[in-house]
């Protein structure tokens, strides 16, 4: 309260310095926020960065281990393709012994939901992961197929996913081009590995609460991710 006895003078001068020291606390308080967020922002950033750094290792070590992964399932095929191949050159292939080469070679990877192998009109005729005698089915439609056949230099080809006629589960297919002798298409040798095998490992890996992983084809479209969302193979989102 000011004083009755203070002059206009005094009362005006008491008024002015009241009115600065607001504005002085104001400009302070002004300051005080500006280095907080200051400080607030350079931390993000950091954060941001060490963030960006974090998961970039991380996707090279798990791309690493997918393609050593699919290095191992090719040399597998490879064998296969070989001894195929070499049965032929004997004159014709021996059923039984083959299926028995394909299932030792299957056991060293038992990531693989199946080792198989074509004929070249695409039935399947040799190989492990759930074929039943005397039931013949066809994947002379499958992508990986049709490209084997289509493509003499025989070159690893990886499949777009599909829904499994045999496994009855989403898969990626492995596969390489079986020859005749003569060079012609003899069939396709190829190894199946189940959608649920990525997400196995996936789930290994602690991206936080919010945090995911994707795997994703050339053409950007989903292949898997975890946490699993519903309805998203394919998605280019």
Do not use: C
């Amino acid at each position: 309260m000011s004083n009755p006895n203070n002059s206009p003078e005094q009362l005006q001068s008491s008024a002015a310095f009241t009115q600065r020291l607001i504005i002085t606390v104001m400009l302070l308080n002004l300051l005080v926020y500006s280095l907080a967020g200051l400080s607030l922002s350079q931390s993000r950033d950091k954060y941001e960065k060490q963030a960006a750094v974090s998961t970039q290792n991380l996707a090279n070590v798990l791309e690493r281990y997918i393609e050593g992964e699919i290095h191992s399932i090719d040399i597998a095929i490879n064998a296969v393709k070989h001894e195929a191949e070499a049965q032929l050159a004997r004159g014709k292939i021996n059923k039984a012994e083959l299926n028995a080469y394909i299932s030792q070679i299957h056991g060293n990877l038992p990531e693989l939901q199946g080792l198989r192998i074509t004929d070249a009109q695409g039935d399947l005729v040799y190989g492990t992961g759930g074929l039943v005698p005397g039931v013949v089915i066809s994947v002379a439609d499958r992508d990986y197929f049709i490209s084997q056949r289509d493509n003499p230099q025989g070159d690893i080809f990886i499949s777009k996913p599909v829904f499994g006629r045999v496994a009855k589960k989403w898969i990626l297919n492995v596969s390489r081009r079986v020859n005749n002798p003569d060079g012609s298409f003899a069939g396709t040798v190829y190894g199946s590995l189940t959608l649920d095998h990525f997400s196995e490992i996936f789930s290994r890996v602690d991206v936080g609460k919010q945090g995911s992983v994707s795997l994703r084809d050339n053409e950007l479209s989903l292949i898997v991710r975890y946490p699993e969302l519903a309805n998203t193979l394919g998605s280019k989102s």
